[in-house]
């Protein structure tokens, strides 16, 4: 049995064929249209992907803090007594998130959690020699530590260790201080009760990313910074890393109703970053308004002309029996062939485009600036968008044919 | 009336008016109460000078126009409320057209041009219907040039492609609206010789309007038109015999 595709489609695909000329250029500016939009889409998740990698990189995408310690309020005012009280805010020491060890199991259970690292912070000197240098020491457990930065990966010489007596250091510590790993360096902390310090062994020499932080790093073992910093059995801060970045808002809300301390996204210590992300994703997304804009225009207006060159076909398919929707599909069927049609071709040039500028545009070192991909989860949404555009633009040309007077349009 | 008269009934026409520009100054009526019928097995010439109205009535007919008042049966039912759909799927399933301009999709082959009807009442055409089509084409004299466009045809080959579209649904009434007028006199000859051998194969009906007196007197019955009005509804004195 010989099978025929449907009326509107086989109709629709003669008229695209035999308008050649126009029927190409349409197809030409859908696709430019289509590979601006996939290829600045693809540039800027690049972007935002890449500098979010380097921020969060370095950083927990939650820390939990031991609340601040507030000035207890007097007694209450009696109802309609003046109050008139200056409080000073009070010195925040250094404190340790109560009860975090049994805290660290009930956070990794959280499905959205991927790691939970204890964390003793303060400041300190790193003394050698003549030398000293203000540093933040950190103790941490190297094994969660590394689960939540990626510690091991940004070691630039020697091997990641911490064993008691160790410790990493940033690398531009390391070349003020002058030390290479093996080498050893006193830290010192001190507070009103007088100065601690310890002598350690730089095991491996690290770069976060940021030159500020490679030159004030020191991380030792927890132990050891629970003595420097006189926080005995404490963890001042726990650091979270999550599986999608994205809902760490949402976890430290939900988290800052259920426990009492201080819970931070990486978003509310980041605001300046977020709302730069923020500003380049709705220039993107005007960007894509526009542009898809425009193909809507130029699809239409080429349909608009195809169903005035075409009103006699039009009248001689109504006589023939087409009726005003079969007339009206056609049409629409036109928009969104030229919409797929455009989408492909736009999507190939798309990925020309970005082939061309990872290979091309390079940064001082010689490496690709950052590396921009067209996920298909992406290509296929903007095809969708584009064909869905397409049939849109067809619309009103497609009422139009629909609503010729075929008597009319036969005289034509 | 009878029952016979009433299945042989194909047209009937009652105080039908048509007026241009309803409601305006410029509101003109080219039809001015036409009262028609047309049985089944018809062979009909509508003629008339130009701007009596003959189109206008051929393409109310054709449910392509509405009247502005009157009643339409069409094969017994009246056709006054339908609206744009139904008419459509009347006209599909009653009515072929041939055009003075031929009229084919430059687009689609002969024998495409001659399918595409059962296209678009079936979204598909069936090995039957491409069997029925191709048949056609060859009752027209056309076997070679199933493959051929339109623009590879000549007027009357082209004309003769109209014709079997306009028979490939097995329409009972065919309007053929001056389908020899852009002709040469040969090809002319041939293409009404044509219409007549399939009104006397088929029993399909026809309404031709035409403008030759010598086409015209090949026919069963004249239907004269002038001014909006008919002036004259006669049977031809002689019958025709021109295959």
């Known amino acids: 049995m010989l099978i025929w595709p449907g009326f ?8 695209l064929r035999e308008g050649r000329m126009q029927t190409l250029l349409i197809i030409v500016g859908v696709a430019a249209g289509v590979a601006v939009i996939a290829y600045i889409s693809a540039l800027i998740n690049g972007l935002q992907s890449n500098t979010l990698a380097k921020t969060l990189g370095a950083q927990a995408h939650i820390t939990l803090r031991a609340p601040d310690d507030l000035v207890t309020p007097a007694a209450p005012a009696m109802p309609g007594s003046a109050v008139l009280t200056e409080t000073q805010p009070r010195a925040q020491r250094l404190r340790s998130v109560a009860n975090w060890q049994a805290l660290v199991p009930l956070l990794e259970r959280l499905p959205e959690v991927a790691g939970v690292s204890p964390m003793v912070s303060g400041s300190g000197l790193a003394l050698r020699g003549e030398a000293s240098q203000a540093i933040a020491l950190m103790g941490v457990d190297l094994d969660r530590y590394d689960r939540v930065v990626g510690l091991r990966s940004k070691v630039v010489s020697g091997s990641a260790r911490l064993s ?45 990313g940021v030159k500020d932080l490679n030159r004030r790093t020191v991380i030792v073992p927890l132990r050891a910074a629970q003595s420097l910093l006189a926080l005995p059995g404490g963890a001042s801060q726990l650091d979270l890393t999550l599986k999608d970045v994205w809902v760490a808002q949402t976890l430290a809300r939900a988290l800052q109703t259920q426990f009492p301390y201080k819970i931070e996204s990486w978003q509310e210590s980041n605001a300046q970053l977020v709302s730069a992300l923020n500003a380049q994703s709705i220039s993107t997304s005007i960007i894509r308004g526009v542009v898809l804009a425009v193909v809507v225009l130029g699809i239409a207006s080429v349909l608009v002309v195809s169903v005035v060159q075409k009103s006699r076909e039009i009248g001689i398919l109504r006589a023939m029996g087409a009726t005003r929707g079969q007339v009206l599909r056609v049409f629409l069927v036109q928009g969104a062939v030229v919409g797929a049609l455009g989408s492909v071709l736009g999507l190939l040039l798309a990925v ?20 921009i991909t067209l996920p298909p989860a992406m290509a296929l949404q903007v095809a969708l968008i584009a064909s869905v555009c397409g049939v849109l633009a067809a619309v009103a040309p497609a009422r139009r044919a629909a609503a010729l007077d075929p008597a009319q349009a036969i005289r034509m | 009336m009878s029952a016979a008269d009433v299945t042989a009934e194909l047209i009937a026409l009652d105080a ?20 028609l019928q047309v049985r089944r097995g018809e062979f009909i010439a509508l003629m008339g000078p130009s701007g009596s109205g003959k189109s206008t009535l051929l ?14 049966r069409l094969g017994g039912e009246g056709v006054e409320g339908l609206d744009d759909a139904a008419l459509t799927l009347r006209r599909r399933r009653t009515l072929g057209f041939v055009f003075q ?31 029925h089509a191709r048949s056609l084409l060859d009752a027209v004299g056309l076997a070679q040039a199933m493959d051929k466009r339109p623009g590879e045809l000549s007027g009357g080959m082209q004309q003769r492609v109209a014709i079997a579209r306009a028979l490939v649904m097995n329409p009972p009434l065919v309007l053929a609206d001056e389908p020899t007028g852009n002709l040469d006199t040969a090809s002319s000859a041939e293409v009404f010789a044509l219409l007549r051998r399939i009104h006397t194969e088929r029993g399909t009906s026809f309404v031709v309007v035409t403008h030759d007196p010598r086409l015209a007197a090949r026919c069963d019955r004249l239907v004269e038109l002038i001014d909006g009005r008919i002036a004259r509804d006669e049977p031809m004195p002689a019958p025709a015999d021109f295959q």
């Open chain 1, 8 to 15: 509107e489609l086989r109709v629709a695909l003669r008229f």
């Open chain 1, 164 to 208: 008691p007596g160790e410790a990493i250091v940033g690398r531009e510590l390391a070349k003020d201080l002058g030390v290479r790993v093996g080498d050893r360096l006193t830290v010192q902390t001190g507070s009103a009760n007088g100065t601690v310090s310890d002598s350690v062994r730089v095991t491996a020499l690290v770069d976060l």
């Open chain 1, 352 to 371: 020309a485009l970005i082939w061309v500028f990872t290979h091309f545009v390079r940064g001082s070192d010689g490496l690709p600036l950052f590396s």
């Open chain 2, 16 to 35: 039908v008016r048509k007026s241009y520009n309803l409601g305006r100054p410029s509101e003109a009526e080219v039809l001015h109460g036409i009262r």
């Open chain 2, 59 to 72: 393409n109310i007919l054709g449910l392509l126009e509405r009247m502005t008042s009157g009643s339409y």
């Open chain 2, 101 to 131: 301009f031929h009229h084919l999709l430059p687009a689609f082959s002969a024998l495409e041009n001659v399918t595409l009807p059962a296209l678009m009442a079936e979204g598909r055409v069936s090995t039957a219907q491409h069997e």
